[in-house]
Each structure stands twice: as structure tokens, then as C-alpha cells.
């Protein structure tokens, strides 16, 4: 056994697409404030929990935006009564349940979006509340007779479930609801809501907190999460897969203007929220190409990153050799910025397997994977694991707080492994790099962009945003926009031009998780024809894709390593 010190970085990176219709400002769907108030509040009170530990924490500028609207949408109805614009959580505070059938079958729904044996059948109270939901979405005439106290029961208990494993340790007004687990009041609801305000107002400062103290690094994503490479040169995808069908367009209309005012905007939102510059990019879906890269060097970024198997189709294009070690950063050829590469089997063993093992079995498990990676490897390896911030720990017992203590206590007390960050690693005495010589292009998931282009509904979201977007130079060059119509219109292109939409497109998915991404999507594309004064087409009021798949983990994440 060598007494050679392991390297390791621990990047999550924390990311929602804008689910905000940009128009009404109401948001369609309440996952941002949700894993607020569960996983980014969890995730940063595990980093302050332990004086030791140090991580990459990665978000995306539309996220943190969203956070700062909440925040203020919630002050503003505590405060003055103005009503909130999202529907779930205006619901806690109406002084009394709407008598619409229609909108007390969508709260029951929308009331049992939640892991089954994590999150409802930990509490007997809720899935009590939740089994007789069941069996009201299947005798739908019965939901006239429902009172308004099961109904303010489901979502108090709702909300509570989503809290994290932090807060319901910690705050006392959260264990008081919890105990008394019916009848709950107009007061108590107006409660949650004052914990909300709370976990919203403080998350952010809690980062940058740590940042401050050296403790974490802070790094960036474009601003709407875009996958950069395929708007630079769609054709990009055939590096990884050759016989790719792309969208019936040559290439994305202006792509390089785009990508480069979603990393200004990103940036400058970073600014914003955190008051210093970021030196790393997490591209969206750590999606790269050559010229990705030098794009991100132009902006002054010391490093990206991406996936393994990005790495291991480049080290075969290059043809240098299967044997080269890959636990370390890479440059391409002589541009100035590093690039990372996760480790997908320890990344995925976190998402998808780690789940169903008692936290210490799992914490001992990955630390044997790290010291035989540190023995096996002639030089101080650095290992980078890279993950989604938010949908895993949900499928853990107790929103992962058991595994993530243990994680961060024994990674930063072993004497063999030292948890560092991309830029003190790069900013240490001899951060041990390679070159490759040539870059094929691709993202984490596969090592590919199968994920967002190639599927038939995929490359028919492409062919719409390539309309729109000629429907934007249109009236740009024919000087139809103010300057304030401009920024509106450049801001709701950026929302339509995200990943996430891409993402959720095609059979494979869960329908219901299609249906609403692909609504968004189109609901995303009319207003930006509205915006430059023109009727949307007809196509964009009829649906192009729908889903009737079971991936893993309801399809929020992917595995980096095909199986």
C-alpha cells in the first residue's frame, strides 16, 4: 500500500430550467422552491457541518435568479399580501380551498409528486392522505365531496415531506407540524409558508458564505443552460456518433453570438449574486468540443469539465493509448484552460446504487474504489466526481443525510485523500496535467448529445427554435425592437435555447414529465414570437412528443456509463 495522497474533488452542481412563464411571471411548475428548501439547504449544511470538507458547488445562473424571485414573492405576501405567482404554494395560503373540482384534483396531484417509499411512506399521517387521494383520481365525482381540511392536511404534509433532513432535525416549528400531523390550520399553513421565506432568503448567502472562508469553490453554467457545442456546429454531434439523423437545418443561426451572450449573462448574474468572478465552468451537461473550449478560454475561465467517457472517445481518437491515466486534467493542445473529467463509475455508483446501501457500507465502499485508484496510479491521481446537485437524495433514506454526514466526516479525516477543488488544484505546487491531441466532442450522459439531438422529436424541438430564432434576426435587423423589447426578447430566446426542454423530448420518458416540459417548450416559443410582435405558428399550439417510458429515477438523471 502506497502512502501517496489521493486528490479529490466533489462537484454538485445545482441547476432548474426557468419554469417561469416570462410573460405572466407565474411559475408552471414548483421544482425550484422544492429543492430549495430540501437539497440546496441540505447540501450546505452537511459543507458547514464539517470544518474539513471542501467541494465544487456549480449553479446555473436561471436557478439562482428563480431563487431570488421566490424569495421576494414570499416577502411580498408575508409582509403586504401581495399575491404569490406560483400556484402550489399560493394554495398554502388561501384562507380557503377553492370549491373547483378541476383545481382540487390538480392540488391532489400535484400533492403526490414525491418519492413513494422516501418521502410518502415514511409518514403514515401523509400516506394515509395520499392513498385516498388515489383512490379520489380514480372515483373522480367523489372530489365534490371532499372538505377543505383534507385538502389543507395533503399540502401542509406535502411541503413537510419536501423539507430537508436538516431542517426537520433543526427547526422546531417544522417538528411541532410533524407531531401533530392533522387538522392543520390557516395559521399553520401561513407557518410553512414563513419557513420557506426563511430557507429561500439565506440559501444563497450560506454559499457564498463558504466560498468566502475558502471552504468551497463557486463555479458557473451559461446562462439558460444551453448545450454550446451544437449551437456552435450542430454537425459536432458525428464525432461521437457518426451515423447520427440531425434536425433538417445546417447549423443553429448565429450559434457563436448566442453562446457568448449566454456566458456574458452568466457571468454577470454570478457577479450579481456572489460579487466576485467565478474561474470554472461546469458547461450545461458538461457538454464540450474544441471550439467549446476556446470560446470558454476567450471569457478567462481556468478550467471546465465533463465526462469520463468524453475523455476515453478522445484518448482513442488521439490514439495515445488506453493506458494513459485519466485521473488528472487535460489540455487541448495549447489552449490555456483545464479540463476535468468526471469519474462516471464513482459518480454513478452515488446516483443510482448507493441509494439502496446503509450509509456506511456505501461511504467504505467508495473510499476502497478511491485508495485503489490511489495504489494503482503511478502519480497523485486527482479524481473527480461530478454529480447533479439535487435528484439523488431522494431515493436515499432520509434525503441522503446519513450517507452525505459519513461522506464529507471520514473523506476529510482519511489520511490518504484530500478533498481539494478544480482551482486549488490548478493553483497548487504541481498540478500534474495531460494533452490530448484531439477532442471529440460530447457531453457526460454517454459520452454523446444523444440525449438532446438525433431522436426524431429531439431534432423537431431544433427545427422550431431554429424558426424562431430566424424570426429574432428578422426583426432585429429590420430595427422592429426597442432597446427594452430587445433585452426582453434576447433574455426569452435565451430560455427557449436550454437544454432541459431537449432533455425530456422523446417516447423514452415518463409521460407526464414530457407533457410538461414540452408545454413549457411551446408556451417558451410563443412568447417570444408575441415579443417580436408576430402570431406564433399554428404547429406551436398542438403537441409534438409524448412519453410512456420507466427510465431510472423517474428520468431526472442519466448514467454516464451506458448499461
Known amino acids: ?197 426563511d430557507l429561500l432568503s439565506k440559501v444563497i448567502y450560506r454559499y457564498k458564505a463558504l466560498a468566502r472562508k475558502g471552504r468551497i469553490e463557486l463555479s458557473v453554467t451559461p446562462y439558460a443552460h444551453p448545450i454550446m457545442p451544437l449551437m456552435l456546429e450542430i454537425d459536432s454531434a458525428r464525432e461521437a456518433m457518426p451515423g447520427v439523423t440531425l434536425p433538417g437545418i445546417s447549423h443553429y443561426p448565429g450559434g457563436e453570438e448566442r453562446v457568448r451572450w449566454h456566458l456574458q449573462k452568466g457571468l454577470a448574474t454570478f457577479r450579481h449574486f456572489f460579487g466576485f468572478e467565478p474561474q470554472g465552468c461546469w458547461p450545461s451537461e458538461g457538454s464540450i468540443s474544441q471550439r467549446t473550449l476556446e470560446v470558454l478560454a476567450d471569457f478567462g475561465f481556468k478550467w471546465a469539465a465533463s465526462g469520463g467517457n468524453v475523455l476515453h472517445n478522445s484518448i482513442r481518437a488521439s490514439a495515445v493509448g488506453e493506458a494513459v491515466a485519466v485521473h488528472r486534467p487535460f489540455k487541448l493542445g495549447s489552449a490555456e484552460i483545464a479540463c476535468f473529467f468526471r469519474d462516471d463509475g464513482l459518480s454513478d455508483l452515488i446516483g443510482f446504487e448507493y441509494s439502496k446501501w446503509h450509509a456506511d457500507d456505501a461511504v467504505a465502499d467508495l473510499i476502497q474504489h478511491l485508495e485503489n485508484i490511489a495504489d494503482y496510479e503511478p502519480q497523485t491521481p486527482l479524481v473527480s466526481i461530478i454529480m447533479d446537485g439535487e435528484n439523488a437524495w431522494e431515493y436515499f433514506p432520509d434525503n441522503g443525510y446519513h450517507f452525505l454526514s459519513a461522506l464529507y466526516k471520514r473523506l476529510s479525516e482519511h489520511p490518504r485523500i484530500e478533498l481539494t477543488t478544480f482551482s486549488d488544484y490548478l493553483d497548487s505546487a504541481a498540478p500534474q496535467s495531460g494533452s490530448l491531441p484531439k477532442l471529440v466532442a460530447g457531453s457526460w450522459v454517454y459520452g454523446t448529445f444523444s440525449t438532446w439531438i438525433g431522436d426524431a422529436d429531439k431534432n423537431c424541438g431544433w427545427e422550431m427554435l431554429a424558426d424562431v430564432k430566424n424570426a429574432f434576426d428578422k426583426a432585429v435587423a429590420n430595427g422592429k425592437l426597442s432597446e427594452q423589447q430587445l433585452a426582453a426578447a434576447q433574455v426569452q430566446l435565451g430560455v427557449c435555447e436550454g437544454s432541459d426542454w431537449f432533455w425530456w423530448f422523446g417516447d423514452y420518458n415518463p409521460g407526464e414529465a414530457v407533457s410538461d416540459f414540452e408545454k413549457q417548450y411551446r408556451l417558451n416559443l410563443s412568447n417570444l414570437y408575441r415579443l417580436l410582435g408576430e402570431e406564433p405558428p399554428p404547429y406551436l399550439a398542438l403537441s409534438f412528443t409524448q412519453g410512456s417510458g420507466s427510465p431510472a429515477m423517474g428520468g431526472a438523471m442519466r448514467r454516464g456509463l451506458q448499461i
Request: with cysteine.
Open 1 to 197: 500500500m502506497s502512502d501517496k495522497k489521493l486528490k479529490l474533488v466533489l462537484c454538485w452542481h445545482m441547476h432548474q430550467p426557468e419554469y417561469r412563464d416570462m410573460q405572466s411571471g407565474e411559475f408552471k411548475l414548483p421544482w425550484t422552491y422544492l429543492h430549495v428548501i430540501k437539497d440546496y439547504v441540505d447540501m450546505v449544511a452537511h459543507l458547514e457541518a464539517v470544518p474539513g470538507a471542501k467541494a465544487v458547488v456549480n449553479f446555473a445562473p436561471i436557478l439562482l435568479e428563480q431563487i431570488e424571485d421566490y424569495s421576494n414573492q414570499v416577502n411580498g405576501y408575508l409582509h403586504d399580501r401581495i399575491a404569490i405567482k406560483d400556484p402550489l404554494l399560493a394554495a398554502l395560503v388561501e384562507p380557503s380551498v377553492s370549491a373547483d373540482p378541476e383545481k382540487r384534483l390538480k392540488l391532489l396531484r400535484d400533492c403526490r409528486k414525491a418519492n413513494r417509499e422516501r418521502q410518502i411512506e415514511r409518514y403514515p399521517a401523509f400516506r394515509k392522505l395520499t392513498k385516498m387521494a388515489d383512490w379520489i383520481e380514480a372515483h373522480q365525482d367523489s372530489v365534490n365531496y371532499l372538505n377543505a381540511q383534507f385538502i389543507s392536511d395533503i399540502l401542509v404534509w406535502y411541503h413537510l415531506v419536501w423539507m430537508g433532513e436538516t431542517v426537520k432535525l433543526n427547526d422546531n416549528r417544522v417538528k411541532r407540524l410533524i407531531e401533530k400531523g392533522s387538522g392543520f390550520s390557516l395559521h399553520d399553513r401561513i407557518e410553512i409558508v414563513e419557513i420557506i421565506r
